[in-house]
């Protein structure tokens, strides 16, 4: 979401994240080409879909239950190490990267694998750096001991 006052760093990761799915879904549709994975292969992409989606949204959970800030943008107010966390300092980018995988392998399309590579950078490199700067800055000691023990993405 962009706000009036916003640059294109406002744009939610969500948001992203539907637009990199939809711009999936658009050039499988109009432009067909034939499939850079084996059929065989293309249903894992059903089930890395799910397990993505199904991480993304038990992470946004326990953001919920913890009762803290979830919008990248605003001012982090407690710091999440439990649950998914404990495996992952970024469950929900890595269950929205997944699922963006898992809707490349569906799709068979090379455009599509190029597009969840994209959406994968651009999360590594500007959100989650954006974020953890955030972290460092409000949580010190407590988020540097955390990201020592907890990878950034598995």
Same mark, same amino acid.
């Given at each position: 979401m962009i706000t009036s006052n916003a640059s294109p760093r406002n744009l939610l990761p969500p948001v992203l994240f539907l637009i990199v799915a939809a711009v999936m879904g658009l050039a499988h549709a109009l432009v067909p080409r034939p499939s850079v994975l084996p059929g065989p292969y293309r249903p894992i992409g059903l089930l890395l879909l799910a397990i993505g989606v199904a991480a993304a949204i038990a992470a946004r959970l326990q953001f919920a239950r913890a009762a803290t800030e979830i919008n990248? @943008?605003?001012?982090?107010?407690?710091?999440?190490?439990?649950?998914? @966390?404990?495996?992952s300092r970024n469950p929900m980018y890595l269950g929205m990267g997944l699922a963006a995988v898992g809707m490349a392998m569906l799709s068979g399309s090379a455009a599509s694998f190029l597009l969840a590579a994209v959406f994968v950078?651009?999360?590594?490199?500007?959100?989650?750096? @954006?974020?953890?700067?955030?972290?460092?800055?409000? @949580?010190?000691?407590?988020?540097?001991?955390?990201?020592?023990?907890?990878?950034?993405?598995?």
């Open positions: 990248t @943008f605003a001012e982090p107010t407690r710091l999440v190490t439990g649950g998914l @966390f404990r495996l950078v651009i999360v590594d490199r500007w959100y989650i750096a @954006f974020e953890e700067g955030r972290l460092r800055a409000r @949580f010190g000691a407590a988020y540097e001991t955390y990201a020592r023990s907890t990878r950034r993405w598995i």
